[in-house]
């Protein structure tokens, strides 16, 4: 079990949203607004339905995290024709700038041990893998093991 990908990825998924939960309650967020407030970030002027389909969320769970940054003064939301356009406010900003940075803050931490040759091959295989996956079956629900 030790030596499997699934025990490394599952650590440093648990070291990353540890820290990531840290950096983000420092603006008042929830890790579970991170990836909604990058994706609104680099694809300003989105529609919820994008932001939903692109980072694969649930309808209801994609309107509450949206709901909440809005209420929360995070995303603006302004409808347009038919639908509803979202947008950074000011302080969500700031907090997009803090969401991009933790990714790179936290790998620099975690990857103390490597040097940048390491870093760089880890991540060529990483990419490898990434690239494979996506052509098996492992990580679709209906997979039996």
């Known amino acids: 079990m030790f030596q499997t990908l699934a025990y490394y990825v599952t650590v440093f998924h648990r070291g990353f949203t540890s820290y990531t939960t840290r950096r983000l309650q420092e603006l008042g967020l929830h ?11 680099k694809h300003p002027g989105c529609t919820q339905a994008e932001l939903t389909e692109a980072l694969g969320l649930d309808w209801g ?22 639908a509803y356009r979202l947008d950074l406010s000011a302080k ?15 790998d620099a931490q975690a990857l103390t041990a490597l040097d940048a040759h390491e870093r760089e091959q880890l991540f060529a295989l990483l990419a490898k893998a990434t690239r494979k996956e996506a052509n098996s079956t492992c990580m679709t629900p209906s997979a039996a093991p």
């Open 92 to 106: 969500g900003q700031e907090a997009f700038q803090v969401s991009h940075q933790v990714f790179f803050d936290w």
């Open 61 to 82: 769970y994609s309107q509450r995290t949206v709901t909440r940054l809005v209420e929360e003064g995070v995303l603006t939301r302004e409808k347009k024709g038919r």
């Open 31 to 41: 890790f579970g607004s991170l990836f909604p407030l990058l994706y609104v970030g």
